[in-house]
């Protein structure tokens, strides 16, 4: 896991800047607890919606970012659609900020991942699902998008939106280990200062609770 890159003071005039991560607003499969069979396309609730718009008024309370990332799944996309217009940011998409695929496991609830063969909660970073990834595979996808991102915008506040595996993942990639690794809930808050010598501890903003699970 990289968790420094090169980021320096005297060119941006800024030593700190931060990624806002923001989890997707609630599903309709995150409201059932079913992996979507269709998980580009499934959408938000209007709970969702209203947590979105909740997200956008405390980020421009306390940042100034100057652009929105989001995953291309749609439940991701309408998110940080309601928050770019929130915050009067332009949008663009990250193709592969996308939620973990869960394989076989499409269409089952996600209890069903607690008694699929060889699953075991000590091991689950490294477990895959039939046809699926595992959580060290969605890490070596999105590990090197946060470090982009953080290094192109050295000087500026950057929305990223993107699902509950994706963010527990670029947790435990920006402090180097997965024992801590923090599960938001739909439409939680991470904040990440980064600088010249690279990633600050992350910060969750807002409710501090931690999701039963990660979703699909």
């Not at 909660?121 to 090197?144: C, K, M, T």
Request: hydrophobic content about 40%.
């Amino acid at each position: 896991m990289s968790t420094a890159y090169a980021a320096g003071c005297e060119i941006s005039g800024r030593c700190v800047a931060n990624l806002i991560l923001v989890r997707h607003g609630e599903s309709s499969g995150n409201r059932d607890r079913i992996f979507a069979t269709d998980p580009h396309s499934l959408p938000l609730t209007d709970l969702g919606y209203a947590q979105a718009r909740a997200a956008a008024r405390l980020i421009v309370d306390m940042f100034q970012p100057k652009l929105v990332v989001s995953s291309p799944f749609l439940r991701a996309h309408e998110t940080a659609r309601v928050i770019a217009e929130g915050i009067d940011a332009p949008l663009e998409v990250e193709p592969n900020l996308y939620e973990r695929d869960v394989g076989v496991y499409r269409g089952r609830s996600y209890d069903s991942l607690v008694s699929a063969p060889g699953y075991a909660p000590a091991s689950r970073w490294n477990w895959r699902p039939p046809e699926g990834e595992s959580y060290e595979d969605v890490l070596a996808r999105v590990g090197p998008i946060l470090d982009r991102l953080a290094r192109d915008n050295s000087a500026t506040d950057v929305v990223v939106v993107s699902h509950g595996g994706v963010m527990v993942t670029l947790w435990a990639h920006i402090v180097g280990t997965w024992d801590s690794s923090w599960t938001p809930p739909n439409c939680g808050i991470v904040q990440v200062e980064h600088g010249a010598d690279g990633y600050r501890m992350p910060r969750v903003i807002g409710e501090s609770h931690s999701a039963r699970d990660a979703g699909g």
